[in-house]
């Protein structure tokens, strides 16, 4: 019976890999480097790019990210030939579109900007091959678009299509006519798109950005927090990046929460209240038709006196308790408690149910 375990030697190293596995993914296990672009490990291989190329056998360029391994297989992952094929491909995808990368908002985070900077390719001087494309900062609230930077890898098309499942992106046209489109060609902001952001998330590049992220500061200056989502009861682990002055400036899914990376347009863009001047920060009792400030003493001994009124005269169920997926699970589990047992009524319910 033919083993499930492939041996293999990849730059000198021996190492063994499942059947079935590519050798982008076996190098990865063990720690090997090998560039890619469109390759991600959420979505379906594309082998589109070219950059993962590693030499098989002594002789064949392969993509590392489609190929599968064989017994006794032996990669090289970079030589002179190697380096010359990578260095050209990055050369073609800056020289079809716009990247300067100083108006960019990806400058500093931005997979092509690496690896042009690893390779030493440019600068680019011929134009002939520079396409015109839209360029849309305006049309949607959550997502900046500019086609220009665009360099067709397809990880938003597989994105919004195969974990989204909202399919907004397509592939239109063929060869060098090839471009992005948001539906039937519409604007990204008048198509069916929900703004969950997560195909921003995933592009390479600064062909997709934030709104939130504009003007705010430097990629490198940003400093990131973890938290979890206040919205709903998923619990979507949310790595928050702030700027110098503090200020919460994009949302990225975390890949260790139950949401695995993934976010909603809630979670991924509902945090502007954490800044608003409106935000309710001291409790507030309503005097003579006016709200008043008060210290969380003064307000729950008011509440605790209001509520013992309330049960003295008409009895503990003509009072009721809504807890809300906001809150934490102990902090719902308290109020179901606190209802139960000091009020003395089933009264309680969740939010959801309104
Ligand atoms: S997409 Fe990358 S390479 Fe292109 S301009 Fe932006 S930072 Fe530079
Ligand atoms: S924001 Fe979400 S729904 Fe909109 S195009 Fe991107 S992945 Fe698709
Ligand atoms: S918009 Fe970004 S993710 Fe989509 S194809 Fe272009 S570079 Fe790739």
């Known amino acids: ?27 990865y296990e063990h720690g090997i480097y090998i560039p890619t672009i469109c390759y991600h490990p959420k979505i379906s291989k594309t082998g589109a790019c070219r950059v993962c190329i590693v030499r098989v056998n002594d002789k064949l360029l392969r993509t590392a990210c489609t190929e599968p391994i064989m017994d006794d297989m032996k990669v090289v992952t970079e030589d002179e030939g190697i380096i010359k094929s990578r260095k050209f491909v990055l050369e073609l995808l800056l020289m079809e579109g716009d990247h300067n990368c100083l108006y960019c908002d990806s400058n500093g985070n931005c997979e092509l900007q690496t690896l042009v900077q690893k390779y030493q390719v440019g600068p680019i001087e011929d134009t002939s091959l520079r396409h015109n494309r839209e360029i849309d900062f305006t049309s949607s609230n959550a997502l900046k678009r500019n086609e220009m930077r665009c360099i067709l890898c397809g990880r938003c098309v597989k994105t919004c299509n195969e974990i989204q499942m909202c399919r907004v992106w397509g592939m239109c046209e063929r060869g060098s006519e090839t471009h992005l489109i948001a539906d039937d060609d519409k604007r990204i902001g008048e198509s069916t798109c929900v703004k969950c952001g997560q195909c921003v998330q995933m592009c390479p590049t600064g062909a997709l950005s934030f709104q939130t992220v504009i003007g705010t500061g430097q990629n490198w200056e940003l400093t990131k927090e973890s938290s979890i989502c206040i ?52 409790p507030l009792i309503k005097k003579n038709g006016n709200f008043e400030e008060a210290s969380w003493d003064v307000a729950l001994d008011l509440v605790a006196k209001k509520l013992t009124e309330i049960k003295a005269k008409s009895g503990p ?5 809504l807890c809300s997926a906001k809150c934490t ?26």
């Not at 083993?3 to 590519?22: A, F, H, M, P, Y």
């Not at 169920?317 to 308790?321: A, E, H, L, M, Q």
């Not at 179901?336 to 969740?350: E, L, P, S």
């Open 1 to 27: 019976m033919e083993s499930d375990l492939i041996k293999l030697n990849i730059d000198g190293r021996e190492v063994k890999g499942k059947r079935g596995q590519t050798i982008l993914e076996v190098a």
């Open 231 to 282: 919205y709903c009861g998923v619990g979507c682990k949310i790595d928050f990046y702030k700027n110098q002055h503090e200020v919460l400036v994009k949302a990225l899914g975390n890949e260790d929460g139950p949401n695995r990376g993934h976010l909603c347009v809630k979670g991924r863009f509902g945090f502007d209240f954490v800044h608003s001047p409106k935000r309710l920060t001291k």
């Open 317 to 321: 169920d003509s009072i009721g308790t």
């Open 329 to 354: 699970n102990e902090e719902n589990y308290l109020l179901q408690k606190f209802t139960r047992g000091v009020i003395g009524t089933n009264n309680t319910d969740h939010c959801a149910r309104l």
